[in-house]
């Protein structure tokens, strides 16, 4: 059983710094890629930020240049560094991990975690 845990988020003013962790624990071989999105009341789970086993990073439109992703593959972990953070950030944030090797010939497609929320005043 794999479980994705996150952590980081709170309540910050506009313009301040978050940063979101998230752990994958279980029986692991691998994961593919990891990342972040985010949903607020109403509206789709929309992508904030990817990044694949080698590194190479995605992100929506909307964070580029304010949010860095980065991970730790030894850990299994992933972690958003949010800067300059403002009102339309404010949402429930999930971890994803996809590709989740859980035994030597069996990889899971999809892992989410519990979410955490952000909350940005303005």
């Known amino acids: 059983q794999v479980q994705l845990v996150g952590s980081g988020g709170g309540l910050v003013q506009a313009g301040g710094s978050l940063r979101l962790s998230c752990a994958a624990s279980?029986?692991?071989?691998?994961?593919?890629?990891m990342g972040w999105y985010r949903q607020v009341p109403g509206k789709q789970r929309e992508l904030v930020a990817s990044?694949?086993?080698?590194?190479?990073?995605n992100y929506a439109d909307s964070v580029k240049g304010r949010f860095t992703i980065s991970r730790d593959n030894a850990k299994y972990s992933v972690y958003l560094q949010m800067n300059s953070l403002k009102p339309e950030d404010t949402a429930v944030y999930y971890c994803?991990?996809?590709?989740?090797?859980?035994?030597?010939?069996?990889?899971?497609?999809?892992?989410w975690g519990q979410g955490t929320q952000v909350t940005v005043s303005s």
């Open positions: 990044i694949t086993s080698d590194g190479n990073t």
């Open positions: 279980g029986t692991i071989f691998s994961i593919n890629a």
């Open positions: 994803n991990a996809q590709g989740v090797k859980v035994t030597t010939t069996w990889r899971v497609p999809d892992y």
